[in-house]
């Protein structure tokens, strides 16, 4: 039961989706405040000139951390997301996650993977016409 289980993870299909071209990338921080800023860029279609990002403002949990490279998935989960593709997820049935509310979240992109323990997720801002997410979420925290 529990393999099973912990192999499952959700798309946030409520999120602008990330873009799935093999070049989309992601820029992210956070401060003292327990918020964690992350920006990817957004899927759209052909006809569609500029860039596109979202920024995602995820509350932590009350013992955060922050991972790159997906190292707290284990061999199913993996599996399960290379199969979905790129996207912002939660792992469901994950161990890290130890408090009510609390959720494991996965942003999957082309170039980079963010994991955290959230207690909240929410779309800010898109932001067009940067050049990288970095220069977007730089941008939009100056604003």
């Not at 997301?81 to 912002?88: D, E, H, P, T």
């Not at 992109?109 to 800010?124: D, Y």
Request: with cysteine; proline share 4%; charged share 20%.
């Amino acid at each position: 039961m529990h393999a099973n289980h912990s192999a499952h993870i959700q798309l946030l299909a409520d999120l602008p989706p990330v873009v799935d071209d093999g070049f989309g990338n992601l820029a992210f921080c956070s401060a003292d405040d327990g918020v964690l800023w992350l920006c990817y860029e957004v899927r759209r279609d052909f006809l569609s000139a500029p860039r596109q990002f979202n920024v995602l403002r995820v509350v932590l949990a009350d013992e955060p951390f922050i991972a790159t490279g997906g190292q707290y998935l284990n061999d199913l989960q993996w599996e399960s997301l290379r199969k979905a593709g790129f996207g912002i997820y939660r792992v469901e049935g994950s161990e890290l996650v130890e408090g009510e509310g609390e959720l494991h979240l996965v942003c999957y992109t082309p170039k980079q993977i963010v994991e955290c323990c959230a207690l909240q997720v929410t779309s800010e801002q898109q932001c067009f016409h940067a050049a990288s997410p970095y220069q977007a979420l730089v941008s939009f925290l100056a604003s």
